[in-house]
């Protein structure tokens, strides 16, 4: 008998608190058989959020910090820079990364710091119960804005991907989903790449993965999916936004 | 020792470097731009870190990752960074790691001033974060305390696991003076087993968190940080004290103002009139038995408590010492207004009047 | 197909043997959605110990063991072997 595939090392034994569907489970698993697969489970760092993914400490089979709200990239910060050859990661939603963390993501950019983000944007905030985040759609509908998102009221939901690409210090933005195989076997893909950016030197590398809130969103998971691929899709391109190699550099 | 003329950032910067801290992350503020100056400069040359992060904010939160991957770890501000660091402390008390914050005062509220200021002592001591939580805080009142108290701070919060505050007003950051660098003695340190350092073979995790959902975790997590500030308390309380044994004016003050007052205790003195000075140099655990057994003699007076602060900080715990027993008098400016010899001399004078 | 709650589901054919830990599964029916031969369903004849219908393969011959089903599934309850 061969094993065609199994859990991740990468993983603990914990069970995942999250609700049924959600994309944070398979994105966990993503990164964790990456870690696996390069042999960098002993040696990684990883920073988690303030989120739904708060309990991400549990869940990882490496060393992890959690942060206050937001301030992710300033933790790994300390971490990277005293620990520069240790592959360090960040693991942020929305409201954490792209709200209340805006300062610290935009300048650990800037500052090209040699970290990895991964960055779950479902659209909404989940933790704290379906509030309108800065990447939630117009006309989308969330407990803070419940007729849903305008131009007016909140502006136009923020690209971070294209945000932070136009950093210097970010050398490789890429935005994938994880809805069916072929788009998780290119979200497993980017996150290795951006791992590996990291572990030559390049400078900080981002990845950006369009998610479902099936509870937030008051839809099944496999109705979220759709609602993904049809709503999100057109707003937030798949895709790599920005790529500098390092023969460029 | 051969002394050397030194301005107080600097100083306190160098000292940092004495006491091997590894990393260093701040902003620039005034009164203590010249802290991070420093070491941008000096920390690379060491092969240490230095990072000018985007905000107070971030700097206490680099504090924390590096800290909690077993590093020593550093910043430093001035009063309002150090109302924007609140969080970050908060959560490296419970989180149980040491680094060490250095607050060059200045006058406030809100925007205040760039002049010398004591009206963080409510921030320091009553933790501006949330949560039941407590830091040793040192109060040096000259540049040769200022270097003493930072290498001592480093070793204090390796000690018990905890942020280590040191307070000095901006006057002592910006001035110049002699001093000499001293052997500090070391403490027996426990090794960080806990820092996630990578697990390196390890068979668990380590995990740096300050949440506990579960109540019952939460409470008993609380009982275990209640302990060690109950040890803390007892262990680094400190304080000094001049001409008090037959005082019947004593003078409380920490920092600049009390060197002030040393001055008017000599000016009182040749008047004739016993005046002694109190000084607490831990203002958290601060010395109320110590203050409170002074209060007790029979040849204390009255008491006279002397702040850079509008209506004063200090004085609620100079007035939780005391417990009534002797009428407590208040002199302060705010600002960066200094108390002048002559002012603590006359107020000495009327709270002794007002006594009898 | 019926299995007892609480228990892992061992299915396999001359090729592929899929494990579910039923227990751990919150029925949110990815694997359904992904599995190329549709041999995945919901058992809405039984309630696991999370108060969940699991899903689980209702014919293994036809499984190809592509894991599929595996690497969506968010919990990682699913182990999949081959002969």
Redesign the interface.
């Known amino acids: 008998m061969a094993i065609v595939y199994q859990k991740s090392k990468g993983l603990t034994d914990a069970e995942l608190h999250y609700c049924p569907g959600c994309n944070h489970g398979i994105v966990h698993k993503l990164i964790a058989e990456v870690l696996e697969e390069m042999g960098l489970l002993d040696e990684a760092i990883g920073v988690c959020p303030v989120g739904c993914s708060v309990f991400a400490y549990k869940y990882f089979n490496c060393d992890m910090q959690e942060a206050a709200h937001g301030r992710a990239p300033a933790v790994a910060t300390g971490i990277k820079r005293t620990h520069p050859t240790q592959p360090v990661f960040t693991y942020q939603g929305d409201g954490d990364l792209a709200s209340i963390g805006a300062a610290e993501i935009v300048h650990a950019a800037m500052r090209g710091e040699k970290f990895t983000t991964i960055f779950i944007n479902n659209a909404i905030y989940g933790m704290t119960g379906g509030q309108m985040a800065p990447t939630t759609l117009i006309g989308q509908k969330a407990t803070t804005c419940q007729m849903g998102r305008t131009k007016e009221q909140a502006g136009m939901p923020m690209r971070v991907s294209e945000l932070l690409s136009t950093l210097d210090g970010c050398v490789y933005a890429e935005r994938v989903c994880v809805t069916d195989i072929p788009h998780l076997n290119k979200a497993k893909k980017a996150i290795r790449k951006a791992f590996e950016k990291q572990m030559a030197g390049e400078g900080f590398t981002f990845v950006e993965v369009l998610s479902t809130c099936p509870t937030n969103w008051g839809m099944s998971p496999l109705k979220a999916k759709q609602w993904l691929m049809d709503n999100m899709v057109p707003y937030y391109p798949l895709g790599v936004i920005k790529e500098t190699s390092a023969e460029v550099k | 020792m051969e002394k050397e003329l030194w301005k107080g950032n600097e100083a306190i910067a160098e000292a940092a470097i004495r006491a091997g801290c590894d990393c260093f992350f701040g902003y620039p503020i005034t009164p203590q731009s010249e802290v991070p100056e420093y070491l941008s400069l000096h920390m690379p040359q060491h092969g240490k870190v230095f990072v000018q992060a985007e905000s107070e904010l971030a700097a206490i939160n680099m504090v924390y990752g590096a800290a909690g991957s077993g590093m020593r770890a550093m910043t430093s501000s001035s009063s309002p960074g150090i109302s924007l660091k609140q969080e970050g402390i908060t959560y490296i008390a419970a989180a149980e790691l040491p680094c060490v914050i250095v607050n060059c005062m200045r006058g406030g509220p809100g925007l205040g001033t760039i002049q010398p200021g004591q009206g963080d002592y409510f921030q320091a001591t009553r933790g501006g974060g949330n949560g039941d939580y407590r830091t040793v805080v040192l109060a040096p009142s000259n540049i040769q305390e200022a270097v003493d108290f930072v290498q001592e701070a480093f070793d204090i919060a390796d000690c018990y696991r905890n942020p280590t505050m040191v307070v000095c007003d901006g006057l002592i950051g910006q001035m110049m003076e002699p001093i000499e660098w001293r052997e500090i003695p070391k403490r027996d340190l426990p090794p960080k087993d806990w820092a996630t350092t990578g697990k390196h073979g390890r068979d668990h995790t380590n995990i740096i968190n300050s949440l506990y959902m579960d109540p019952e975790e939460c409470d008993d997590h609380n009982a275990d940080l209640e302990a060690k500030y109950k040890l803390m308390a007892e262990k680094e309380v400190r304080w000094d004290t001049k001409d008090c044994e037959d005082a019947e004016l004593v003078i409380t003050a920490y920092g600049t103002p009390a060197r002030i007052a040393l001055s008017a205790l000599e000016a009182l003195r040749a008047e004739g009139i016993k005046a002694g000075l109190f000084r607490p140099i831990t203002l958290w655990p601060y010395p109320e038995k110590a203050l409170h057994d002074l209060a007790g003699q029979d040849h204390v007076k009255a008491i006279l408590d002397v702040e850079m602060s509008a209506g004063g900080q200090m004085i609620d715990d100079v007035r939780l010492a005391v417990e009534g027993q002797k009428p407590i008098s208040y002199l302060g400016h705010a600002g960066g207004v200094m108390p002048t010899i002559e002012e603590i001399v006359e107020s000495a004078k009327k709270a002794l009047k007002e006594a009898k | 197909m019926s299995h007892e709650p609480g228990k892992k589901e061992e299915l396999s054919n001359m090729t ?2 899929v494990t579910f830990n039923s227990d ?1 599964c ?5 694997c ?3 599995c190329p031969k549709h041999i995945v369903a919901i058992d809405s004849t039984v309630i696991n110990r999370k108060g ?1 219908h699991p899903a689980a393969v209702t014919d293994i011959s036809q499984c190809i ?1 592509c ?2 089903c ?14």
């Open positions: 592929a043997k751990r919150k029925g949110c029916e990815l359904v959605s992904v969940y063991a894991a599929s595996a690497k969506i599934c968010p919990d990682s309850i699913i182990t999949v072997e081959k002969f």
